[in-house]
């Protein structure tokens, strides 16, 4: 399988209860390395602009508003399978569908508050990386 870079971040909710840490050493846990992270609170413009492609969705408001609600993680993600690795571990969207055992299953609330993001697929991942780290940013191996 191939070596890839996929795009998570971990969401307001997950933030605010503190979990950053078990998150990540799921990802670690499963063979993927943070190559890049930071820590920001999202302007709406900018949450707006990530989500684009849901803009027409009846939830895109809730999204976004939720999405500015506080700060949160963002990271490039590395290894084998690196985009449906990040996928399983994931979970379901909504998280009273998701899996026991993943990361939705354990530290999610609600389909709003469901804790991480990942790119759904290897032009998702592309364009979701460089709309938050340059090529400098990115310490892949
Ligand atoms: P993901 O790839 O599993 O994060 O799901 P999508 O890309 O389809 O949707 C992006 C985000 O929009 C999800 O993580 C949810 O937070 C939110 N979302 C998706 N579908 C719904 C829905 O039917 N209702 C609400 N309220 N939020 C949704």
């Known amino acids: 399988m191939a070596v890839e870079r996929t795009l998570s971040i971990i969401k307001p909710d997950a933030v605010a209860k503190n979990v950053i840490g078990q998150i990540l050493a ?6 993927l390395r943070v190559v890049a992270a930071r820590m920001m609170q999202l302007s709406e413009a900018q949450a707006q602009a990530f989500y ?9 408001g809730d999204l976004v508003r939720f999405m500015i609600s506080g700060p949160v993680m963002i990271q490039v993600l590395e ?3 690196a985009i449906a690795r990040n996928r399983e571990l994931m979970g379901a969207t909504d998280p009273k569908k998701a899996d026991k055992g993943t990361i939705r299953a354990d530290f999610a609330d609600s389909i709003d508050a469901n804790a991480v993001h ?7 991942a592309r364009n979701e990386i460089s ?5 400098l940013d990115v310490n892949g191996r």
């Open 26 to 31: 799921r990802f670690e846990g499963a063979g």
């Open 52 to 60: 684009a492609v849901h803009k027409a969705r009846p939830f895109f």
């Open 79 to 81: 290894g084998e399978g």
């Open 118 to 124: 990942g790119s759904d697929g290897e032009d998702t």
């Open 131 to 135: 709309f938050f780290f340059s090529s």
